[in-house]
């Protein structure tokens, strides 16, 4: 394989992804971020020249019912994402959202 892979196969961000561009979009079928070491395992196994995460736990109020959960999938999945790809030396494009980084800090290049 040696194009985009892209985490999330049926969201909507990932899905607009794939009318866009062919990519690999895998759903949780194919790699479940909430177990340690999946999203790794998949990266490693399709040798991809990028990655997309337009995975996410999004619901926002379950969230908090479902800290840990949530956190292994928006944190820990994530994390593991950008040690697989450094060791690959492959870009990793995270998808965020403005609940996190609202785009009211100061950044780099930021005057
Ligand atoms: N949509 C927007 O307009 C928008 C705007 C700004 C930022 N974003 C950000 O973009 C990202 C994606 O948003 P979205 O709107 O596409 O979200 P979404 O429609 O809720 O899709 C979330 C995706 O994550 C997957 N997922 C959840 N838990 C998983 C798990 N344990 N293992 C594997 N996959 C899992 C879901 O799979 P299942 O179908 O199996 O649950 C689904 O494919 C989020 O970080 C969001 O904050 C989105």
Redesign the pocket.
Same mark, same amino acid.
């Given at each position: 394989m040696s194009g985009l892979l892209v985490? !999330?196969? $049926? !969201?909507?961000? /990932?899905r607009e992804l794939q009318h866009l561009a062919p990519v690999l979009a895998l !759903?949780?079928d194919a790699?479940?971020? /909430?177990q340690p070491g999946a999203c790794a395992a998949a990266i490693h196994a399709h040798r991809p020249r990028a990655v997309i995460n /337009? /995975?996410?736990? $999004?619901a926002v109020d379950p969230a908090e019912d479902e800290a840990d959960l949530a956190t292994a @999938?928006n944190g820990a999945a994530p994390a593991e994402m950008a040690l697989a790809c450094a060791a690959l030396n492959i870009p990793l494009v995270h @998808?965020? $959202?403005?609940y996190v980084f609202p785009g009211t800090g100061h950044h780099l290049g930021a005057r």
């Open positions: 985490f !999330g196969r $049926t !969201g909507q961000v /990932a !759903g949780r790699a479940d971020l /909430a /337009a /995975a996410a736990y $999004t @999938i @998808i965020s $959202t403005d």
